[in-house]
Protein backbone atom coordinates (compact mmCIF):
# COMPACT_ATOMS: atom_id res chain seq x y z
CA UNK A 1 0.00 0.00 0.00
CA UNK A 2 2.85 2.47 0.96
CA UNK A 3 4.14 1.54 -2.34
CA UNK A 4 1.17 2.17 -4.30
CA UNK A 5 0.69 5.76 -2.45
CA UNK A 6 4.31 6.55 -3.73
CA UNK A 7 3.23 6.12 -7.13
CA UNK A 8 0.17 7.83 -6.83
CA UNK A 9 1.73 11.10 -6.10
CA UNK A 10 2.37 12.41 -9.08
CA UNK A 11 -1.53 12.11 -10.35
CA UNK A 12 -2.74 13.94 -7.36
CA UNK A 13 -4.06 16.72 -9.54
CA UNK A 14 -5.67 14.41 -12.42
CA UNK A 15 -7.20 12.71 -9.77
CA UNK A 16 -8.64 16.03 -8.24
CA UNK A 17 -9.64 17.25 -11.36
CA UNK A 18 -11.61 14.11 -11.55
CA UNK A 19 -13.41 14.18 -8.51
CA UNK A 20 -14.54 18.11 -8.97
CA UNK A 21 -13.58 20.74 -12.01
CA UNK A 22 -14.14 23.11 -9.27
CA UNK A 23 -10.62 25.25 -8.25
CA UNK A 24 -12.00 25.24 -4.82
CA UNK A 25 -13.39 21.78 -4.30
CA UNK A 26 -9.84 21.00 -5.81
CA UNK A 27 -7.60 22.61 -3.78
CA UNK A 28 -9.13 20.75 -0.26
CA UNK A 29 -9.02 16.89 -2.60
CA UNK A 30 -5.50 17.50 -3.02
CA UNK A 31 -4.49 18.84 0.49
CA UNK A 32 -6.47 15.58 1.77
CA UNK A 33 -5.06 13.60 -0.95
CA UNK A 34 -1.33 14.75 -0.02
CA UNK A 35 -1.61 14.26 3.64
CA UNK A 36 -3.43 10.50 3.27
CA UNK A 37 -0.93 9.51 0.81
CA UNK A 38 2.04 10.59 3.74
CA UNK A 39 -0.38 8.78 6.12
CA UNK A 40 0.05 5.59 4.36
CA UNK A 41 3.00 3.79 5.98
CA UNK A 42 1.44 4.93 9.28
CA UNK A 43 -2.06 3.36 8.70
CA UNK A 44 -0.07 0.30 7.32
CA UNK A 45 2.29 -0.44 10.03
CA UNK A 46 -0.27 0.24 12.61
CA UNK A 47 -2.83 -2.28 11.13
CA UNK A 48 0.42 -5.21 11.27
CA UNK A 49 0.72 -4.21 14.93
CA UNK A 50 -2.84 -4.13 15.68
CA UNK A 51 -3.26 -7.31 14.03
CA UNK A 52 -0.10 -8.74 15.09
CA UNK A 53 -1.77 -8.23 18.65
CA UNK A 54 -5.30 -8.99 18.69
CA UNK A 55 -4.30 -12.55 17.20
CA UNK A 56 -2.27 -13.59 20.02
CA UNK A 57 -5.72 -12.26 22.12
CA UNK A 58 -3.90 -9.23 23.42
CA UNK A 59 -6.67 -7.13 22.48
CA UNK A 60 -6.69 -4.62 25.07
CA UNK A 61 -3.28 -2.95 24.18
CA UNK A 62 -4.45 -2.02 20.63
CA UNK A 63 -7.67 -0.93 22.16
CA UNK A 64 -6.22 1.39 24.61
CA UNK A 65 -3.59 2.82 21.92
CA UNK A 66 -6.26 3.43 19.03
CA UNK A 67 -8.73 4.50 21.36
CA UNK A 68 -6.35 7.34 22.73
CA UNK A 69 -5.03 8.07 19.45
CA UNK A 70 -8.13 9.04 18.07
CA UNK A 71 -10.33 9.74 20.87
CA UNK A 72 -7.30 11.97 22.74
CA UNK A 73 -5.16 12.93 20.27
CA UNK A 74 -7.15 13.09 16.02
CA UNK A 75 -10.73 14.68 17.41
CA UNK A 76 -9.46 17.43 19.80
CA UNK A 77 -6.83 18.29 17.45
CA UNK A 78 -9.10 18.46 14.56
CA UNK A 79 -11.23 20.58 16.46
CA UNK A 80 -9.08 22.85 18.23
CA UNK A 81 -7.51 23.52 14.60
CA UNK A 82 -10.86 23.42 12.58
CA UNK A 83 -13.21 24.99 14.78
CA UNK A 84 -11.52 26.84 17.55
CA UNK A 85 -8.68 28.35 16.13
CA UNK A 86 -10.16 28.22 12.59
CA UNK A 87 -7.33 27.56 10.51
CA UNK A 88 -9.25 25.94 7.68
CA UNK A 89 -10.13 22.30 6.78
CA UNK A 90 -6.43 21.73 5.19
CA UNK A 91 -5.35 21.88 8.69
CA UNK A 92 -7.72 19.57 10.21
CA UNK A 93 -6.16 16.72 8.41
CA UNK A 94 -2.90 17.25 9.45
CA UNK A 95 -4.58 15.65 12.57
CA UNK A 96 -5.24 12.76 10.88
CA UNK A 97 -1.71 12.47 10.40
CA UNK A 98 -0.07 13.27 13.56
CA UNK A 99 -2.41 10.55 15.37
CA UNK A 100 -1.34 8.09 12.83
CA UNK A 101 1.80 8.40 13.59
CA UNK A 102 1.41 8.82 17.09
CA UNK A 103 -0.82 5.43 17.04
CA UNK A 104 1.90 3.99 15.09
CA UNK A 105 4.60 4.74 17.04
CA UNK A 106 2.66 3.81 20.47
CA UNK A 107 1.94 0.42 18.77
CA UNK A 108 5.70 -0.24 17.89
CA UNK A 109 6.59 0.54 21.50
CA UNK A 110 4.19 -1.55 23.07
CA UNK A 111 5.11 -4.11 20.66
CA UNK A 112 8.68 -3.99 21.35
CA UNK A 113 8.35 -3.44 25.04
CA UNK A 114 5.57 -5.29 26.91
CA UNK A 115 4.43 -8.41 27.79
CA UNK A 116 1.42 -8.81 24.84
CA UNK A 117 2.55 -12.17 23.86
CA UNK A 118 1.47 -13.10 27.24
CA UNK A 119 -1.78 -13.59 25.81
CA UNK A 120 -1.20 -15.99 23.16
CA UNK A 121 -1.90 -19.93 23.76
CA UNK A 122 1.00 -21.60 24.09
CA UNK A 123 0.16 -25.31 23.96
CA UNK A 124 -3.12 -26.94 25.56
CA UNK A 125 -4.17 -25.09 28.76
CA UNK A 126 -6.04 -26.96 30.91
CA UNK A 127 -8.92 -24.29 30.69
CA UNK A 128 -8.95 -25.34 26.78
CA UNK A 129 -8.74 -28.89 27.13
CA UNK A 130 -11.34 -30.63 25.68
CA UNK A 131 -13.39 -32.41 28.76
CA UNK A 132 -15.16 -35.62 27.44
CA UNK A 133 -19.30 -36.04 27.32
CA UNK A 134 -19.43 -38.73 29.83
CA UNK A 135 -17.72 -38.45 33.53
CA UNK A 136 -17.36 -41.88 33.75
CA UNK A 137 -15.62 -42.47 30.32
Known sequence: MSVLSAFMW?????IAGWVSPDPDVMRYVIAYLRVNLITVPFTVGSMILSGIMIGAGSTIYSFITNGCSIWLLRLPLAWLLGHYWNCGAQVV???????QMAQSSSLFWVFMKCNWSRFAM???HPAHRVRPANPAL
Open 122 to 124: RGQ
Open 93 to 99: FIAMLVS
Open 10 to 14: PWIRP
